[in-house]
């Protein structure tokens, strides 16, 4: 389902990950635990399709997770619970519904 190989990632100098290799596979279920800069955000950034590895492979359903179908298919939860309260419902659901490629068409005006 996701694989990461001799993956690497650096934030100017320092490095948030070094070559980390790891499978996740079909009905598996795994979350990255570690303590404060542990390259936790980092992984599931990279894994999104959020940003590139300095060096290595991320696939998520065997392709690139910067691929637009392959980003359909993985889900994710925001670190903060809640929403803007300055929007207002439309501009909510302007800004979820552009997450997707092809969103409800009830939600489109």
Known sequence: MLAFAGVSKN???AAALR??????HAG????PLGPNGAGKTTVV???????Q????????FGGD???PQNR????AMLQVG???ETLRVREHIDLFSSYYLQPCRSLKS
């Open 65 to 67: 997770p910067t691929n």
């Open 45 to 51: 950034k990279l894994l999104l399709g959020l940003m």
């Open 53 to 60: 590895p300095s060096a290595g492979r991320v696939r998520v």
């Open 72 to 75: 359909m298919r993985v889900g």
């Open 82 to 84: 809640r929403v803007p």
């Open 11 to 13: 934030y100017d100098q």
């Open 28 to 31: 598996e279920l795994v979350t």
């Open 19 to 24: 070559g980390v290799n790891f499978a996740v």
